[in-house]
């Protein structure tokens, strides 16, 4: 069963409130790679894991949503 693009939304913004509820209530996220792709001997890491909240992230959407991330 495919997502409408409005339950995306809805969907997206729920993931984004907990990333951000995490770090309010239960102190720093502590996280870890739990995906990568590897391109010649270059290692990227494409998605993390909250070891206190357990979300996980995608690196684009951190980058997209929250430019002072400093990777």
């Not at 907990?18 to 996280?31: F, I, Q, S």
């Not at 870890?32 to 995608?58: D, H, M």
Request: glycine content about 4%.
């Amino acid at each position: 069963m495919s997502l409408t693009p409005a339950q995306d939304q809805i969907e997206l913004r729920k993931k984004k409130e907990d990333v951000e509820l995490c770090g309010k209530n239960r102190g720093p996220h502590d996280y870890i790679p739990i995906q990568w792709s590897t391109t010649g001997n270059v290692k990227v890491v494409t998605r993390l894991f909250c070891r206190v909240c357990f979300c996980n992230v995608a690196i684009s959407n951190l980058i997209d949503n929250y430019p002072e991330v400093k990777i």
